[in-house]
């Protein structure tokens, strides 16, 4: 077995390291942006220390099915990023997962596109999921643009379920199936 | 005021870890209401230590979750379990889950009773602008009572359970305040 799942072409997935990373995840939270773009939850800048917190207790909660990859600039190492599969369902074939790239900096370079084919492969071929599910807001048409573009089909809208800017907006699901993945260019 | 716990055939307590244990043990025998209820693997429960777990869910839950037992007026017995969850967020809008875990009760308007209660929870107390819920493609009982209170059908997870040999969608179901005011005055 040669197929490398960590290591794309200029990013690679690492375990998230509070000393390392605390930082730069505190930063990001202090970007309204990023938090209206990625959290249902109310803006809240977190400190480093708040950083850890969450983080153990998401680990915590996850009873051991925890899938948390820090993603990592390979030029010089940096974080840029997350992705985390959460609420595996093992008796169904389904989880759910969350991707973000914290720095505006770090958007439109096709960095997200490597991190979403790896963790794709990541939920088909390590995890062995049969569909693969996760949730975006009306207002964000890089996200809905993003999903599409690898391969994903919007199954849910929930009419006016997101309150932000003075009016509601229409949350979305989105799914893809392994035999979908399969077919497409990422997983080649 | 009207009683807001109260509804025509049935009424709201709060969740009870202390009786819901033999309750659970009981109807958790009947392998079908779990797979109706719940899509982890459906499991025989034993009562005491389903009211431990209750006890630890009932000290970890968030501000925003209400949890109830569907008493049945006629004779105070509980028949069900249901609630609103995930309530308090700037987004004004909840999850109901509802339950009939007696089998011989299905099908007579006792579920759709304790979903009317729920709804005047969630829009006259709770002031929520809008209630969500996830119906499992298999139970078309439930999918045609929300329905009939409602409720409107706003997408599918595809494929997303297996049960039976065979795949089911998960169908997404909500109902904004505006139209369940309309369906008062009818």
């Given at each position: 077995?040669?197929?490398?799942?960590?290591?794309?072409?200029?990013?690679?997935?690492?375990?998230?390291?509070?000393?390392?990373?605390?930082?730069?995840?505190?930063?990001?939270?202090?970007?309204?942006?990023?938090?209206?773009?990625?959290?249902?939850?109310?803006?809240?800048?977190?400190?480093?220390?708040?950083?850890?917190?969450?983080?153990?207790?998401?680990?915590?909660?996850?009873?051991?099915?925890?899938?948390?990859?820090?993603?990592?600039?390979?030029?010089?190492?940096?974080?840029?990023?997350?992705?985390?599969?959460?609420?595996?369902?093992?008796?169904?074939?389904?989880?759910?997962?969350?991707?973000?790239?914290?720095?505006?900096?770090?958007?439109?370079?096709?960095?997200?596109?490597?991190?979403l084919?790896?963790?794709?492969?990541?939920?088909?071929?390590?995890?062995?999921?049969?569909?693969?599910?996760t949730?975006t807001?009306?207002?964000n048409?890089g996200a809905q643009n993003f999903l599409t573009k690898h391969g994903f089909q919007l199954?849910?809208?929930?009419?006016?379920?997101?309150?932000?800017?003075?009016?509601?907006?229409?949350?979305l699901?989105y799914g893809i199936?392994?035999?979908?993945?399969?077919?497409?260019?990422?997983?080649? | 005021?009207?009683?807001?716990?109260?509804?025509?055939?049935?009424?709201?307590?709060?969740?009870?870890?202390?009786?819901?244990?033999?309750?659970?043990?009981?109807?958790?025998?009947?392998?079908?209401?779990?797979?109706?209820?719940?899509?982890?693997?459906?499991?025989?429960?034993?009562?005491?230590?389903?009211?431990?777990?209750?006890?630890?869910?009932?000290?970890?839950?968030?501000?925003?979750?209400?949890?109830?037992?569907?008493?049945?007026?006629?004779?105070?017995?509980?028949?069900?379990?249901?609630?609103?969850?995930?309530?308090?967020?700037?987004?004004?809008?909840?999850?109901?889950?509802?339950?009939?875990?007696?089998?011989?009760?299905?099908?007579?308007?006792?579920?759709?009773?304790?979903?009317?209660?729920?709804?005047?929870?969630?829009?006259?107390?709770?002031?929520?602008?809008?209630?969500?819920?996830?119906?499992?493609?298999?139970?078309?009982?439930?999918?045609?009572?929300?329905?009939?209170?409602?409720?409107?059908?706003?997408?599918?997870?595809?494929?997303?359970?297996?049960?039976?040999?065979?795949?089911?969608?998960?169908?997404?179901?909500?109902?904004?305040?505006?139209?369940?005011?309309?369906?008062?005055?009818?």
């Amino acid at each position: 077995m040669v197929l490398q799942l960590f290591e794309g072409e200029k990013i690679r997935f690492a375990a998230f390291d509070a000393d390392k990373d605390a930082e730069i995840f505190s930063k990001w939270t202090h970007d309204p942006e990023y938090l209206r773009l990625t959290e249902y939850e109310a803006a809240r800048p977190l400190a480093p220390f708040h950083i850890k917190k969450k983080f153990e207790e998401m680990e915590k909660d996850a009873h051991g099915d925890f899938y948390y990859f820090v993603l990592r600039a390979k030029e010089d190492d940096r974080a840029i990023g997350f992705a985390h599969i959460r609420w595996v369902e093992w008796n169904h074939g389904n989880a759910h997962f969350n991707l973000a790239i914290g720095s505006p900096d770090d958007r439109r370079k096709g960095l997200g596109s490597e991190a979403l084919q790896m963790l794709l492969r990541y939920a088909f071929e390590e995890l062995n999921l049969y569909r693969f599910t996760t949730h975006t807001f009306e207002y964000n048409d890089g996200a809905q643009n993003f999903l599409t573009k690898h391969g994903f089909q919007l199954e849910v809208r929930r009419r006016e379920a997101i309150y932000r800017d003075g009016r509601y907006w229409d949350a979305l699901s989105y799914g893809i199936l392994a035999e979908e993945w399969a077919k497409s260019a990422d997983s080649k | 005021m009207n009683n807001l716990f109260t509804g025509k055939l049935t009424r709201l307590i709060a969740e009870d870890p202390d009786k819901m244990g033999e309750v659970i043990e009981r109807w958790s025998r009947d392998s079908e209401f779990y797979q109706l209820f719940d899509s982890d693997p459906t499991l025989p429960r034993n009562a005491k230590r389903a009211t431990e777990r209750m006890r630890e869910h009932a000290e970890k839950n968030r501000p925003g979750n209400f949890p109830f037992d569907v008493v049945r007026l006629e004779d105070e017995r509980i028949i069900g379990e249901g609630g609103l969850f995930d309530a308090f967020s700037p987004h004004h809008n909840a999850w109901l889950a509802i339950g009939i875990g007696e089998r011989e009760l299905w099908g007579k308007g006792y579920g759709t009773d304790a979903v009317h209660i729920l709804l005047r929870f969630a829009f006259q107390e709770l002031n929520l602008h809008r209630v969500n819920l996830g119906a499992f493609g298999y139970n078309t009982r439930a999918i045609r009572a929300y329905e009939k209170i409602g409720f409107v059908h706003e997408g599918a997870w595809r494929g997303v359970l297996k049960r039976d040999g065979r795949r089911w969608d998960m169908i997404t179901m909500g109902i904004l305040r505006a139209e369940w005011e309309a369906k008062q005055n009818e």
